[in-house]
């Protein structure tokens, strides 16, 4: 008897280790929201990225136009971007094209993007263009004041001048 | 039991202090786990923003570069231009960032750090089809290769750097070999299949009193029309190489042009003066030709025509020489003619040369008709014989031959009836049988003046006539000034452009050679030696041309060689702002009014002098091409086309097609060159013959400059891209 342990140093034992779970528990849950975030920021810089390149590598004029267009619909919500859906019509997407609409329903909800552009002005119109893409996310999914957002900017020159 | 629990006690403190050991070293893991997500967030959203505004940056010095490689008399445009295939530094010393890049640089707070570096890279020349041979001062004037562009910035302490390659390619504005001619036809012989009758669509312009009348007598309404007229360019009469050259095909199809004849010696319109007495092989005293006798009619009357009197062997014997043109007043039908109202005809003079039998024969008129082709613009010959007149240095090439009829008369004393033609034989070394003089009181022999001379050296026959090779193949007359010095027509091996290319080939080689597309390779492949490896840009559409090009009412801007998908249709471009190139189209063409900001509505006397000093001041780098690559017709809607050449051009053509055509035609003006296949040219002559006006073509002798004009063109997509980081500096 007087070799085991009585109730009491196990009840004391059990406080001390919840004890010192709470804050264990509580440093894990930020790890994971941050870790969550941190993905979130990641996708929105690649989305912002992507959207870029995709209109620098257009031809001058075409590049002007389509981005005044997506400058037109405002802020709009990143699954609705016409090109990202229209990758999905590839036909070597054809046979995975379910899951993969599923994953980026799933990944990209509650992201928007906002396409600005600003033109030369003098003897520069028509020259050159400054494109500003801003993404947006939540942070948290059920919480829209945990919205967050970045911009990326670049310069489009027309290719024959 | 006291020692007992002693131990216990301990054990609890050393596993709470174990326990808040592993708490601590947890939370400092995670903390720090989570400043690195910060830091590392920081970094790649900096980095992005870096990399943008870094390819901002580069993209502004390209296109500041881009924009000052062709404008003439600024450093970069010397740098692109050197002949050679080195490396090469440029310099942007006063370079300013574009307001867009300026207001980003203050936005993000970013600073320039060092001088951007820009270097020519990886220079190789363009290639050549093997037909072409251009000069070793060439070597390197067509090149490809890649500006290497590096440039830094800081940016929240830390540097940034980008290099990157951009391609580059320096080609020619205009297409070598061809821009050195004002008409190039290179299958023009599909037009004269037989050079008689119906099968001889060159010789198709009816000739009255040394002109080619608009209103044409009935028995010819169907060659009603005007011949297409290549006026030698005031000021260039006498360079050949700024006089525009001529190519009539193929290089071994003999080409025959009938010189038109003329009334009175001189006409305006009379190509005889072609004929250089120095031609007459017996001419040894080098008479020059005069309007005199050649022989009297058995009537009596004394035909005068333009020629020389040939001493012969015995005292008082002459040959007297005539030449006649085509024209109206040959034709035993003409009522004003050299023969009306004769017995003589020239059916007697001829005699039996085969030539002469296939004019006639295959078409009655033939007589009448002469070339129309017209080489050397209008007559502008001296009227004194004494002054010689060997026209515009204008070099013609290919088997080009004049055809005009040769009449001699055989004059001794007391011949009857004035003399004794001397008529076509077949053997050239024939001796005529002896002439009776007047009441055959003796008899007198034709000896010819010098022992080596025939028979066949003085005797009338159709001179180029393209039937009695064996006869007098000799002594064709070759349609070029040069002739009267090489007697031979001249090929390939005769070009000589002041540029110093060469051809190591026949001419009909070249447009296949250089129009080859290969749809398989892409547009500016620089292994290609052909146009191809030179399209530094491909437009979809006219549309995306235009928009590039501009409207052609303040600017017109091309830079190089453009290839435009399906047709093309340009308005009129009043511009003088025109920068010059070659735009290739692989369907239609149709071109409007190109006028350099010329007033085409004033009198033709104001005009022409206005006219002809823009052309003269006109440089090669402002000077369009269009080819239609497919062959098919370009067609000028306007009829004022100045600084132009015209390229319709197929592999394919093995008929007569039209390849240029006016569509609205009233007082054409065409100042540069035209290139095809076959002019088609009884369609061109029904067209100018609708014309209000006499057509004016003129070459532009900036075309022949020994400096070809180049372009720059700097592609627009970057390769060899390389972003790098480094530390942060305090």
């Known amino acids: 008897m007087n070799r085991g342990m009585s109730m009491i140093e196990i009840l004391v034992g059990l406080v001390i280790f919840s004890l010192a779970m709470v804050p264990l528990l509580s440093f894990s849950f930020t790890t994971t929201r941050g870790t969550h975030s941190v993905g979130k920021h990641m996708m929105a810089g690649q989305l912002a990225a992507s959207l870029m390149d995709r209109l ?85 999914d059920g919480s829209e004041k945990s919205r967050q957002s970045l911009d990326l900017k670049a310069i489009k020159y027309r290719e024959d001048l | 039991m006291f020692d007992g629990f002693r131990p216990r006690r301990g054990t609890i403190t050393v596993i709470l202090l174990g326990l808040i050991s592993v708490i601590v070293v947890f939370a400092f893991s995670i903390s720090r786990r989570l400043s690195s997500h910060t830091q590392l967030l920081t970094v790649g959203d900096h980095t992005q923003i870096a990399r943008y505004f870094l390819e901002s940056y580069a993209g502004d010095l390209v296109r500041q570069i881009a924009a000052q490689a062709n404008v003439d008399g600024s450093d970069i445009h010397a740098v692109f231009r050197r002949p050679d295939t080195g490396d090469a530094t440029l310099t942007l010393s006063d370079y300013k960032p574009n307001s867009l890049l300026s207001e980003l640089q203050k936005e993000l707070g970013i600073e320039f ?35 290497s562009v590096s440039c830094s910035i800081r940016f929240n302490k830390r540097p940034y750097y980008i290099s990157l390659r951009v391609p580059f390619m320096v080609t020619m504005r205009m297409t070598p070999v061809l821009r050195e001619f004002v008409l190039f036809c290179d299958r023009i012989h599909l037009e004269q299949q037989r050079p008689y009758g119906n099968q001889d669509r060159i010789n198709i312009t009816f000739t009255k009193d040394s002109d080619h009348p608009k209103d044409v007598p009935s028995a010819y309404a169907s060659y009603k029309g005007q011949p297409w007229v290549l006026w030698p360019t005031p000021g260039f009469e006498t360079d050949r190489n700024r006089c525009g050259r001529v190519f009539l095909g193929a290089d071994d199809r003999p080409i025959y042009l009938n010189l038109a004849g003329e009334k009175d010696f001189q006409g305006f319109m ?38 020389i009197d040939v001493p012969l062997k015995f005292r008082n014997h002459l040959a007297k020489i005539g030449i006649l043109g085509f024209c109206h007043e040959i034709t035993p039908d003409a009522d004003d003619g050299l023969f009306a109202n004769s017995s003589r005809d020239l059916r007697d003079i001829m005699g039996p040369d085969p030539a002469y039998q296939a ?39 290919g088997k080009v031959f004049g055809r005009f009829l040769m009449i001699t008369f055989f004059e001794y004393p007391s011949a009857q009836g004035g003399g004794q033609p001397l008529p076509y034989n077949a053997n050239s070394s ?39 090779v064996v006869a007098a193949a000799d002594s064709y007359l070759c349609v070029n000034p040069e002739s009267k010095k090489s007697r031979r027509p001249f090929g390939f091996n005769e070009f000589a452009p002041a540029d110093g290319t060469r051809l190591k080939g026949r001419f009909d080689a070249f447009g296949p050679a250089w ?50 998908k399906g047709d093309l249709t340009l308005g009129d471009i009043t511009a003088t702002d025109v920068r010059g190139g070659v735009v290739l189209v692989e369907k239609e063409i149709r071109l409007g009014n190109i006028t350099r900001g010329i007033d085409f509505n004033q009198p033709e006397k104001a005009l022409i002098p206005e006219l002809t000093k823009k052309i003269a001041e006109l440089k090669q780098d402002e000077l369009l091409t269009f080819v239609s690559l497919s062959g098919r017709p370009i067609k000028l809607a306007g009829d004022k086309q100045v600084g132009v050449q015209l390229i319709s051009m197929s592999p394919t053509v093995g008929v007569p097609c039209t390849q240029v055509t006016w569509e609205a035609i009233k007082r054409p003006v065409f100042c540069g060159g035209i290139a095809v296949n076959t002019p088609n040219m009884t369609e061109r002559v029904r067209e100018f013959g609708r014309a209000g006006a006499d057509p004016i073509f003129f070459y532009v002798p900036a075309m022949a400059d020994p ?10 997509f970057m390769a060899g891209y390389r972003l790098s980081i480094d530390e942060v500096k305090e």
Not at chain 1, 91 to 108: P, T
Not at chain 1, 120 to 126: H, V, Y
Not at chain 2, 450 to 466: A, K, N, T
Not at chain 2, 533 to 549: E, P
Request: glycine share 8%; proline share 8%.
């Open chain 2, 515 to 564: 129009f080859a597309i290969d749809p398989k390779k892409k547009a500016g492949d620089p292994l290609l030696p052909t146009v191809q490896s030179r399209i530094s840009r491909t437009y979809t559409s006219q549309a995306a041309f235009l928009k590039a090009a501009g409207d052609g009412k303040t600017k017109f801007r091309v830079d190089g060689v453009v290839y435009v």
């Open chain 1, 56 to 140: 620098l590598a257009r031809p001058y004029d075409e590049a002007l136009v389509q981005a005044k267009e997506l400058a037109a619909k405002r802020w709009m919500d990143a699954l609705d971007d016409p090109l990202l859906v229209s990758m999905l019509d590839h036909s070597a997407l054809a046979a995975h094209r379910s899951d993969i609409e599923q994953d980026l329903r799933k990944s990209f909800r509650f992201f928007q993007t906002n396409v600005a552009v600003k033109e030369g002005s003098g003897d520069e119109a028509g020259r050159m263009f400054l494109l500003t893409v801003e993404v947006s996310w939540r942070i948290d």
């Open chain 2, 430 to 468: 024939f001796v005529p049988p002896p002439f009776s003089t007047f009441n055959n009181v003796s008899e007198v022999t034709f000896e010819p003046a010098e022992p080596g001379q025939r028979y066949g050296d003085y005797m009338s026959r159709v001179v180029s006539g393209g039937l009695d």
């Open chain 2, 707 to 716: 400096k070809p004009s180049t372009s720059v063109c700097i592609r627009p």
């Open chain 2, 270 to 307: 009379s190509d005889l003066w072609q004929v250089f007495p120095e031609w007459i092989k017996v001419n040894k005293a080098g008479s020059r030709f005069q309007l005199q006798p050649i022989f009297l009619d058995t009537n009596g009357k004394a035909i005068s025509l333009r020629g």
């Open chain 2, 359 to 397: 004019l006639v024969n295959e078409n009655p008129q033939a007589l009448a008709l002469a070339s129309s082709l017209k080489l050397f613009g209008k007559n502008y010959e001296p009227a004194d014989p004494d002054n010689p007149y060997y026209g515009p240095a204008r070099e013609v090439f």
């Open chain 2, 113 to 147: 750090t060092g001088t951007p570096k820009i270097g020519i890279r990886g220079v190789k020349p363009l290639l050549y089809p093997e037909v072409v041979q251009p000069p070793e001062s060439l070597h390197g004037t067509e090149k490809h290769g890649y500006l």
